[in-house]
Nanobody, 123 residues
Framework: QVHLVESGGGLVQAGDSLRLSCTDS????????MAWFRQAPGKEREFVGVISWNKDEAYYADSVKGRCTISREGANNTANLELNSLKPEDTAVYYC????????????????WGQGSQVIVSP
């Protein structure tokens, strides 16, 4: 079983940077890709980025490319999302997701999800 918990959200100012962390607190055995999605108010959830279990593959959505870095640490049970030059349109609930087989942008193919962390970017 995978139990994902996001942390690091909150109220930030436009132009600042933030760092979100996603941890599999149950330390499930296996090799999981870990991804980030976000959902703005009234919008569909959208892909942000993903990193493979062995860190040999990582890519990002166009909306954050150049501003976003996803990394893994520890025993690969933690994924960090760093987002720079924050914009008001980055305001969203950010979700961590994990899957053993899939590395990509389709949310329906991820089997495990965190509860989300709210990020509000003030102008």
């Amino acid at each position: 079983q995978v139990h994902l918990v996001e942390s690091g959200g909150g109220l930030v100012q436009a132009g600042d940077s933030l760092r979100l962390s996603c941890t599999d607190s149950w330390r499930a055995p296996g090799t999981y890709a870990m991804a980030w999605f976000r959902q703005a108010p009234g919008k569909e959830r959208e892909f942000v980025g993903v990193i493979s279990w062995n860190k040999d593959e990582a890519y990002y959505a166009d909306s954050v490319k150049g501003r976003c870095t996803i990394s893994r640490e520890g025993a690969n049970n933690t994924a960090n999302l760093e987002l720079n030059s924050l914009k008001p349109e980055d305001t969203a609930v950010y979700y961590c997701a994990a899957d053993m087989a899939y590395v990509g942008p389709k949310e329906e193919l991820y089997d495990h999800w965190g509860q989300g962390s709210q990020v509000i970017v003030s102008p």
